[in-house]
Protein backbone atom coordinates (compact mmCIF):
# COMPACT_ATOMS: atom_id res chain seq x y z
CA UNK A 1 0.00 0.00 0.00
CA UNK A 2 1.53 3.26 -0.93
CA UNK A 3 2.28 5.50 2.07
CA UNK A 4 2.02 8.64 0.00
CA UNK A 5 4.63 10.32 2.93
CA UNK A 6 5.41 14.15 1.84
CA UNK A 7 7.95 17.21 2.03
CA UNK A 8 5.26 19.62 2.02
CA UNK A 9 5.62 21.29 5.72
CA UNK A 10 1.74 21.44 6.73
CA UNK A 11 0.43 18.13 5.80
CA UNK A 12 1.88 13.89 6.82
CA UNK A 13 1.10 12.75 3.77
CA UNK A 14 -0.89 12.99 0.18
CA UNK A 15 -3.72 11.44 -1.16
CA UNK A 16 -4.68 11.58 -5.16
CA UNK A 17 -7.92 10.26 -6.10
CA UNK A 18 -7.61 12.11 -9.41
CA UNK A 19 -4.32 13.20 -10.94
CA UNK A 20 -4.15 15.64 -13.57
CA UNK A 21 -5.54 19.18 -13.85
CA UNK A 22 -5.92 21.96 -16.09
CA UNK A 23 -4.38 26.00 -15.61
CA UNK A 24 -7.43 28.97 -14.53
CA UNK A 25 -5.27 31.54 -13.15
CA UNK A 26 -1.69 32.87 -12.79
CA UNK A 27 -1.19 30.80 -9.50
CA UNK A 28 -0.68 27.84 -11.95
CA UNK A 29 1.80 29.21 -14.76
CA UNK A 30 4.36 27.15 -13.35
CA UNK A 31 2.79 23.94 -11.59
CA UNK A 32 4.79 21.72 -9.74
CA UNK A 33 2.69 18.81 -10.58
CA UNK A 34 2.78 19.58 -13.58
CA UNK A 35 6.69 19.28 -13.59
CA UNK A 36 6.37 16.07 -11.63
CA UNK A 37 4.30 14.16 -14.31
CA UNK A 38 7.02 15.27 -17.15
CA UNK A 39 9.86 14.33 -14.69
CA UNK A 40 8.17 10.68 -13.51
CA UNK A 41 6.72 10.74 -16.75
CA UNK A 42 6.80 6.89 -16.42
CA UNK A 43 4.14 6.94 -13.22
CA UNK A 44 2.13 9.16 -14.88
CA UNK A 45 1.00 7.70 -18.26
CA UNK A 46 -1.84 9.97 -18.81
CA UNK A 47 0.52 12.67 -18.32
CA UNK A 48 -0.82 15.70 -16.50
CA UNK A 49 -4.56 14.95 -18.33
CA UNK A 50 -7.29 14.52 -15.59
CA UNK A 51 -7.57 10.75 -14.62
CA UNK A 52 -9.29 9.25 -11.93
CA UNK A 53 -7.69 6.57 -9.63
CA UNK A 54 -10.64 4.79 -8.44
CA UNK A 55 -8.41 1.91 -7.15
CA UNK A 56 -7.04 4.41 -4.79
CA UNK A 57 -10.19 5.30 -3.13
CA UNK A 58 -9.43 3.38 -0.32
CA UNK A 59 -5.64 4.08 0.96
CA UNK A 60 -6.59 5.74 3.53
CA UNK A 61 -8.56 2.94 5.03
CA UNK A 62 -5.45 1.59 5.71
CA UNK A 63 -2.94 4.31 7.29
CA UNK A 64 -3.50 3.63 10.69
CA UNK A 65 -1.78 6.50 12.35
CA UNK A 66 -3.60 9.69 12.58
CA UNK A 67 -2.59 12.17 10.03
CA UNK A 68 -3.21 15.16 8.23
CA UNK A 69 -3.78 14.37 4.62
CA UNK A 70 -3.11 16.28 1.77
CA UNK A 71 -6.22 15.50 -0.83
CA UNK A 72 -5.13 15.87 -4.55
CA UNK A 73 -1.90 17.51 -4.43
CA UNK A 74 -1.16 16.55 -8.05
CA UNK A 75 -4.59 17.48 -9.13
CA UNK A 76 -7.91 19.60 -8.25
CA UNK A 77 -10.97 17.53 -6.68
CA UNK A 78 -13.50 20.10 -7.51
CA UNK A 79 -12.07 20.20 -11.58
CA UNK A 80 -15.12 20.34 -13.80
CA UNK A 81 -14.41 17.33 -15.36
CA UNK A 82 -14.75 15.32 -11.87
CA UNK A 83 -17.78 13.74 -11.41
CA UNK A 84 -19.99 14.59 -8.28
CA UNK A 85 -20.52 10.87 -7.67
CA UNK A 86 -16.62 10.22 -7.71
CA UNK A 87 -16.87 13.46 -4.96
CA UNK A 88 -18.97 12.10 -3.25
CA UNK A 89 -17.11 8.74 -2.69
CA UNK A 90 -14.30 10.35 -1.83
CA UNK A 91 -16.03 12.48 0.66
CA UNK A 92 -17.26 9.12 1.99
CA UNK A 93 -13.94 7.56 2.48
CA UNK A 94 -13.00 10.70 4.57
CA UNK A 95 -15.99 9.98 6.68
CA UNK A 96 -15.07 6.55 7.20
CA UNK A 97 -11.94 7.92 8.49
CA UNK A 98 -12.12 10.25 11.57
CA UNK A 99 -8.47 9.36 13.04
CA UNK A 100 -7.57 11.58 10.12
CA UNK A 101 -7.46 14.89 8.77
CA UNK A 102 -8.18 16.15 5.27
CA UNK A 103 -7.38 19.20 3.56
CA UNK A 104 -8.68 20.03 0.47
CA UNK A 105 -7.42 22.72 -1.39
CA UNK A 106 -9.28 24.24 -4.78
CA UNK A 107 -8.71 27.19 -7.41
CA UNK A 108 -12.20 26.41 -8.79
CA UNK A 109 -14.67 28.42 -5.86
CA UNK A 110 -17.45 28.12 -8.71
CA UNK A 111 -17.67 24.79 -8.31
CA UNK A 112 -17.36 24.25 -4.89
CA UNK A 113 -20.69 27.02 -4.28
CA UNK A 114 -21.96 24.44 -6.51
CA UNK A 115 -22.04 20.86 -4.93
CA UNK A 116 -21.44 21.89 -1.56
CA UNK A 117 -24.89 20.96 -0.42
CA UNK A 118 -24.44 17.47 -1.97
CA UNK A 119 -21.63 16.73 -0.06
CA UNK A 120 -21.01 15.36 3.55
CA UNK A 121 -19.30 17.94 5.70
CA UNK A 122 -17.52 15.36 8.16
CA UNK A 123 -15.69 16.82 11.08
CA UNK A 124 -12.44 16.03 9.89
CA UNK A 125 -12.53 17.78 6.93
CA UNK A 126 -10.43 20.66 6.18
CA UNK A 127 -11.70 23.09 3.14
CA UNK A 128 -9.37 25.53 1.49
CA UNK A 129 -8.91 28.05 -1.21
CA UNK A 130 -5.94 29.51 -3.27
CA UNK A 131 -5.61 32.63 -3.53
CA UNK A 132 -2.51 34.49 -5.17
CA UNK A 133 -3.46 37.89 -5.65
CA UNK A 134 -6.05 40.22 -4.99
CA UNK A 135 -7.77 39.78 -8.20
CA UNK A 136 -8.99 36.27 -6.85
CA UNK A 137 -10.11 36.90 -3.00
CA UNK A 138 -13.68 36.29 -4.47
CA UNK A 139 -12.83 32.40 -3.53
CA UNK A 140 -12.85 33.57 0.40
CA UNK A 141 -16.20 34.45 -0.37
CA UNK A 142 -17.29 31.77 -1.72
CA UNK A 143 -15.10 29.47 1.20
CA UNK A 144 -16.60 31.13 3.81
CA UNK A 145 -19.93 29.41 2.77
CA UNK A 146 -18.77 25.95 2.85
CA UNK A 147 -19.87 24.25 6.10
CA UNK A 148 -16.53 22.30 6.83
CA UNK A 149 -15.15 22.19 10.31
CA UNK A 150 -11.91 24.55 9.20
CA UNK A 151 -11.39 26.66 6.57
CA UNK A 152 -8.10 28.12 5.12
CA UNK A 153 -6.35 29.51 2.76
CA UNK A 154 -3.04 28.77 0.87
CA UNK A 155 -1.53 32.20 -1.13
CA UNK A 156 1.04 30.23 -2.54
CA UNK A 157 2.58 31.48 -4.81
CA UNK A 158 2.20 34.86 -3.58
CA UNK A 159 2.45 37.03 -6.51
CA UNK A 160 1.59 40.35 -5.01
CA UNK A 161 -0.45 42.01 -1.31
CA UNK A 162 -3.59 41.02 -0.02
CA UNK A 163 -5.72 42.25 1.53
CA UNK A 164 -8.07 40.17 3.12
CA UNK A 165 -11.41 39.17 4.72
CA UNK A 166 -10.80 36.77 6.99
CA UNK A 167 -14.04 36.33 8.58
CA UNK A 168 -15.06 32.78 9.76
CA UNK A 169 -11.47 31.81 7.97
CA UNK A 170 -9.17 29.75 10.38
CA UNK A 171 -5.88 29.38 9.17
CA UNK A 172 -4.12 30.73 6.13
CA UNK A 173 -0.52 29.61 4.57
CA UNK A 174 2.14 31.81 2.77
CA UNK A 175 4.71 31.21 0.07
CA UNK A 176 6.69 31.87 -2.32
CA UNK A 177 7.30 30.85 -5.32
CA UNK A 178 9.91 28.39 -6.20
CA UNK A 179 11.76 27.21 -9.86
CA UNK A 180 14.08 28.43 -12.53
CA UNK A 181 11.40 30.80 -13.27
CA UNK A 182 10.09 31.84 -9.95
CA UNK A 183 8.27 35.34 -9.37
CA UNK A 184 9.88 36.66 -6.61
CA UNK A 185 7.75 37.51 -3.52
CA UNK A 186 8.04 41.00 -1.62
CA UNK A 187 8.65 40.21 2.14
CA UNK A 188 6.18 43.05 2.76
CA UNK A 189 3.39 41.41 1.19
CA UNK A 190 4.17 37.74 3.37
CA UNK A 191 4.22 40.12 6.56
CA UNK A 192 0.54 42.33 6.10
CA UNK A 193 -0.95 38.83 5.68
CA UNK A 194 0.62 37.61 8.94
CA UNK A 195 -0.64 41.25 10.64
CA UNK A 196 -3.86 41.12 9.72
CA UNK A 197 -4.31 36.79 11.11
CA UNK A 198 -2.83 38.25 14.04
CA UNK A 199 -5.50 41.00 13.98
CA UNK A 200 -8.13 38.55 13.61
CA UNK A 201 -6.70 35.24 15.61
CA UNK A 202 -6.46 33.23 12.76
CA UNK A 203 -3.61 30.55 12.42
CA UNK A 204 -0.75 31.69 10.08
CA UNK A 205 2.09 29.30 8.45
CA UNK A 206 4.59 30.61 6.33
CA UNK A 207 6.02 27.61 4.01
CA UNK A 208 8.90 30.02 2.33
CA UNK A 209 10.56 32.98 0.99
CA UNK A 210 10.75 31.24 -2.57
CA UNK A 211 13.91 30.82 -5.09
CA UNK A 212 15.14 28.69 -7.52
CA UNK A 213 14.84 26.18 -4.83
CA UNK A 214 12.22 25.54 -2.53
CA UNK A 215 14.85 26.42 0.39
CA UNK A 216 16.99 29.07 -1.91
CA UNK A 217 14.95 32.13 0.29
CA UNK A 218 14.65 29.81 3.84
CA UNK A 219 11.57 30.07 5.56
CA UNK A 220 12.36 33.05 8.30
CA UNK A 221 9.94 35.85 7.80
CA UNK A 222 11.58 38.75 10.21
CA UNK A 223 13.98 36.31 11.71
CA UNK A 224 11.04 33.61 12.98
CA UNK A 225 9.50 30.57 12.03
CA UNK A 226 5.44 30.62 11.96
CA UNK A 227 4.26 27.64 11.82
CA UNK A 228 0.59 27.64 13.32
CA UNK A 229 -2.01 24.58 12.63
CA UNK A 230 -5.57 25.67 14.02
CA UNK A 231 -6.64 24.70 16.81
CA UNK A 232 -8.56 21.96 15.95
CA UNK A 233 -5.40 19.97 14.88
CA UNK A 234 -3.85 19.63 18.40
CA UNK A 235 -7.83 18.95 19.40
CA UNK A 236 -7.68 16.27 17.04
CA UNK A 237 -4.61 13.94 17.41
CA UNK A 238 -4.67 14.33 21.13
CA UNK A 239 -7.91 12.83 20.97
CA UNK A 240 -7.12 10.26 18.06
CA UNK A 241 -3.63 9.47 19.82
CA UNK A 242 -5.61 8.45 23.13
CA UNK A 243 -8.19 6.49 21.25
CA UNK A 244 -5.53 4.10 19.44
CA UNK A 245 -5.09 0.61 20.51
CA UNK A 246 -8.84 0.88 22.47
CA UNK A 247 -11.51 -1.44 20.93
CA UNK A 248 -12.75 -0.17 17.78
CA UNK A 249 -10.20 2.13 16.71
CA UNK A 250 -9.74 2.42 13.11
CA UNK A 251 -12.16 -0.46 12.60
CA UNK A 252 -12.64 -0.12 8.76
CA UNK A 253 -9.03 -0.75 8.31
CA UNK A 254 -7.47 -3.52 6.93
Not at 129 to 148: C, F, G, H, I, T
Not at 166 to 183: A, C, F, M, N, Y
Amino acid sequence: MASNHTGIEWTDRTWNPTTGCTKISPGCTHCYAEALTKRFHTNFPNGFNLTLHQERLEYPLHWRQPSRIFVNSMSDLLHQDVPLEFIQQVFDVMGKTPWHIYQILTKRHQRLAEIASELQWHQNIWMGVSVENQNYVERVDALRKVPAHVRFLSCEPLLGPLELNLTDIHWVIVGGESGPKHRPMQIEWASSIRNQCQAENVAFFFKQVGGVTPKAGGKLLEGKIWDEMPSAWQKHISKWRNLQGKPNYAKNTA
